[in-house]
């Protein structure tokens, strides 16, 4: 989770300067809270779907 926060920062302030300097747009990313609840509620959904197939998996 923290290498993703690292890369997004990495990235977020390399677009921006890039951007902003050929074009004169500034973009605009979400924040990191949006994001960091984006990433947690996937893995609370990928982490709830792998135990119901665990527990159909040994119950047959």
Known sequence: ??????????????????????????????????LASLVLGGSMLGALGSAAALRRGLQS
């Not at 074009?23 to 809270?33: D, S």
């Open 1 to 34: 989770m923290i290498l993703l926060g690292v890369v997004f920062a990495m990235v977020r302030v390399q677009y921006e300067v890039s951007l902003g300097a050929v074009l004169g747009l500034h973009p605009v990313f979400l924040p990191w809270t949006v």
